[in-house]
């Protein structure tokens, strides 16, 4: 199964996240089975981050957007929870703070990039900017039109300039799902607390997120960028399909560890004395 | 088994390193009964983890020293691995930048001390300043002695403005098993890059270390902030050992949901609006 093919937003198309069926869960029999093939892709990419780490060339940036309740925290724990903390880095980005709002709106964002060898995981991003900022007119549509292209350059330069592959998740979720998450909240002690007003207030605004999602992935869903819509009715599916385009964008590094930077001969020459010495008990 | 009373260097004490057994392994009766209790405790850390981000009152700082090849990074992939992503952060500290080194030894750490809710990792930390400083005597004993005192004020600054829990592993491997993992690295064309003359140069100082940790444990272990001598001679004792440690920590945390911050009864008359509104169709 190829999930980046299969949910990529082509650099050009149309989006129509109205038309999208956030049910789709491909053909996988049942959960326990597709539990499994997770497990065993967590593996893999566990693997192969610890090696990207090692091979210091590549980075990755993966920036999680998506309709409430679609599951942005379920993928950091069930999909990022695979990685070495050590390497891999979950940033959340809330309302901008007071310093924040007096800068451009990269300005926040720019410093969380990842490293050469590193995974930043992007818990919300710069595409708030484009997309409850437009939905609530906190700007006008001047400001937000000129933002795709700003941020189609900024990626650009993460990519050119750093090695980063950089893989957008849109989170797409149905309104009926969405509600009975929310429903389900309020009848688990353990989770009411996340419940906030903004839960139902912000269902009067669905449309017109889909509308600016829609506008934001035609305009900056690029090849150095992709974004990928991904069906999350089902959490299963919603991790199998993260978790699937992660693997393979990590294959598609093909990552190796870097070549010794010391003369191997020479080591284990005073690998052998420190042996020797220790035996004598000289040291 | 109470991994924290048995490993913990009480607040006073003498620490002789010299005589501490690196190849403890208390009793458990083999490897694979180990790896599964491991595993609970994993579990056990991830679900806590989570609770006290969402209770966001109290922080967890892992501060891990050791010497070379104990296994610093094993720790965070073994045993920080069990954690969310998302409010838990790895950072390594090597040697000092330009800038960091213009600055007082804890200018560059105080940035990553954990925010409410969340887990940082040191891996090695501020208590270089005291260990490698001195050791190779780049700083004089008048630097390195008022250091002790600077770094108590600091560490005590987290806990009682922040209510973070500070847990300081002191990892002891015996020399002749450090000796046997360079080995290994030398026969493991993966982990060849990770190769360096300091391995081999290091270990003449090897009881310079030992002493330089005495002291720094003997002067920072205190009640807000406690140093465990890990024995880490068994990497599954090692993992045992800081996660049982981190684990009690947790628990005596006594994390509770934070109470829900909306009028549940409003909340509910609100879902079951949008409930039948949607059944009409009428959205």
Known sequence: MNYAKKLVVEPGAKVRLARFDPAYHGKHGNEEEAGRALE??????????????????????????????????????????????????VHGFKVPTGEEAAHDFLWRIHPHAPAKGEVAVFNRSHYEDVLVTRVHKLVGR?????????????????????????????????????????????????????????????RAFFDDYLEAFDEALERTSTAHAPWFTIPCDHK?????????????????MHLEYPKPSVDLGEIRRKYHAAEQAEKKGSV
């Open 236 to 252: 299963w599916y919603r991790n199998l399909a993260v978790a699937g385009i992660v693997l393979e964008a990590m294959e598609a």
């Open 40 to 89: 065993e892709m967590k593996n893999k990419i566990g693997a192969l981050q610890r090696k990207m780490y090692g091979d210091n060339r590549h980075s990755l940036l993966m920036v999680l957007q998506g309709l409430d309740a679609a599951g942005k925290d379920g993928v950091c724990w069930h999909v990022v929870g695979a990685m070495d903390p050590q390497g891999c880095r």
């Open 142 to 202: 001047k400001v937000w039109e000129r933002r795709y292209d700003m941020i189609n350059q900024w990626e650009r330069l993460l990519h050119e300039e750093n090695g980063t592959t950089i893989l957008k998740f849109c989170l797409v979720v149905s309104r009926q799902e969405q509600l009975r998450r929310f429903a389900e909240r309020l009848d688990d002690p353990n989770r009411q607390w996340k419940i906030s007003e903004s839960d139902y207030t912000e």
